[in-house]
């Protein structure tokens, strides 16, 4: 089984586990031991409200990146992420409905696509197709595949959503011989008669202009500016880069390039080579590329960070369903520190007794936002965790270096972590524990410094560092 054949079997495990009633839709030959870049799941309508809490906990547990959660006419668009052992990305991207619908077009109802029935099957295939107009091979093989298991029914329903007779002709010979070759020259027409052949419904209409203009405040697109001295250098990068992540941007990935005396309005991200004294300082976004490694080297690099850069941008969207639920207090504390709102910042900070220096990149859960201290200079990943009364830090007032907690940590009430220190991704402090040297991953340390679950290989990690967390 591949990576995603892996992946897509452990998603559905979960969904099992937690007693979600769902249907792999598409092309399910030789599942699970492959499975493609995208697969549909048909989930009780009960059942889609939970559905991006379920999978961003997924995420955590599995050590993946949620880069896009996009809302949709019932349903949520998921695109998860990792890289392989040399560094270059891959992607699951999932589609998870109730009712299957196009536009604002209802074409199948829940309890059809979780029976899954061969016509059902088949039609919510002809028009992904249709609408796509992906014709690989193997996807028209399966059709016809299907096609043959009960033609009358699949014919039934091609009339239902197709009302001329030349275009039912049209697809039910293609179905049955295996010859799409006129259904490909006749795709826009055969995709414009989808959309008239189901009247459009006023609740999915209102729906979908509602996540239209959610989109134009939050748009779900980026435009990435690649910016450095040597043309060719960046157009290489920026080509290479806007190629391997273009499954992260299902509506679209825009770049430009240019040199550090121009400028771009509307810019989400720079990508930044040889950058000068001050540049990074002055711009929030940045993503900054050693120009004096391999071109494989910055590509991943680059990669690395921008699904890094996606993967806050989703919390930051969505921080309830993929951190947790703050309280109101947390959320207005993160807020101010966030967008350096002075006097709000001050006020909520007094009234806390906390004090965060630091850039917050993705919401923290605060579940008792009281008595917090973090030093300007600490670094703080995602999905982390801090309970009351925790301090991160430096060992004294004169001191430049402080700690560098990994994602998903947890940090317990009346922690200290003090210093030049790493604590490593999934790890746990425990409550009142002070920590001055690095906490390798998915470890738990109490008292001080007292590291458990380690399983007696905390020196030997210590000294390899590169295994002591993960960078």
């Given at each position: 089984?591949?990576d ?8 559905f495990?979960?969904?099992r586990?937690?007693e979600v009633?769902?249907?792999?839709l598409g092309?399910t030959?030789?599942y ?17 409200r939970?559905m ?5 906990r ?12 996009l ?5 949520w ?26 536009g ?7 309890d059809?696509?979780?029976r ?30 299907l ?14 959503l197709?009302?001329k007779r030349?275009e039912?002709r ?10 799409w ?25 209102l729906?979908?202009?509602g996540i ?8 779900p ?6 910016i450095?001295?040597?043309?060719e250098?960046r ?20 770049t ?12 989400d991200?720079r ?11 002055d711009?929030?976004?940045?993503v900054?590329?050693d120009a ?6 910055q ?5 690395r960070q ?5 993967e ?13 639920d703050n ?24 009234v ?8 917050i990149?993705?919401?923290?859960l ?10 300007r ?17 430096t ?8 700690p560098?907690?990994e ?7 009346g922690?200290?972590i ?5 604590v ?11 920590v ?8 738990t340390v ?6 458990l ?10 000294v ?8």
């Open positions: 089984m591949d995603r054949g892996y992946i897509a079997q452990a998603l495990d979960r969904l586990g937690g009633e769902f249907r792999v092309d030959r030789g699970p031991d492959t499975a493609g870049d995208e697969i549909d799941l048909a989930v009780h309508p009960d059942a889609l939970s991006p809490r379920a999978v961003a997924f995420c955590h547990e599995f050590d993946l990146q949620l880069v896009q959660l809302r949709e006419a019932h349903g668009h998921f695109v998860l992420a990792w890289s392989d052992d040399v560094g270059r990305p891959h992607f699951l991207v999932a589609r998870v409905f109730s009712d299957f619908y196009v604002a077009r209802r074409l199948l109802r829940s059809e696509l979780l899954a029935s061969p016509d059902v099957r088949f039609i919510h295939g002809l028009a992904t197709t249709v609408e796509s107009g992906d014709l690989a091979a193997e996807r028209i093989a399966w059709l016809s595949e096609w043959h298991e009960y033609p009358r029914a699949a014919m039934e329903r091609i009339a239902q197709w009302r030349a039912i049209i697809i039910a010979h293609a179905a049955k011989h295996g010859d070759t006129r259904v490909r020259s006749e795709l826009p027409r055969l995709r414009r008669a989808l959309r008239r052949g189901v009247r459009p419904r006023l609740d999915a209409v729906t979908r202009l239209l203009a959610g989109r134009v405040v939050q748009p697109e980026a435009l990435i500016a690649f450095g001295p040597e043309p250098r157009s290489t990068l920026m080509r290479q880069v806007a190629r391997e992540l273009a499954p992260a941007f299902p509506t679209g990935l825009a430009v390039e240019h040199g550090f005396h121009e400028q771009h309005d509307g810019v991200l990508v930044v080579l040889e950058a000068p004294e001050g540049f990074i300082r711009h929030e976004d940045v900054e590329v004096s490694q391999t071109l494989t080297v590509v991943s690099g680059a990669e921008i699904l890094r850069w996606l806050c941008r989703v919390e930051q969207r969505y921080p309830a369903a993929v951190v947790g309280p109101l207090a947390a959320r207005l504390l993160q807020f101010a520190c966030r967008h350096r709102v002075p006097l709000l910042r001050d006020l909520i900070e007094t806390l007794n906390c004090g965060i220096e630091c850039r990149r993705s919401p923290i605060m579940p008792h936002p009281y008595g917090i201290v973090i030093d200079n600490a670094v703080l990943g995602n999905r982390v965790t801090l309970m009351h009364q925790v301090t991160i830090g060992k004294h007032p004169h001191d430049a270096h402080s560098v907690i994602d998903n940590v947890f940090i317990g009430p922690a200290k003090l210093g030049a220190v790493r490593g991704r999934g790890a746990t402090v425990g409550a009142n524990a002070v001055t040297r690095d906490v390798p991953s998915h470890c109490v008292g001080i410094n007292r590291v679950g380690s399983q007696g290989g905390e020196e030997q990690r210590q390899e560092r590169e295994s002591v967390v993960n960078i």
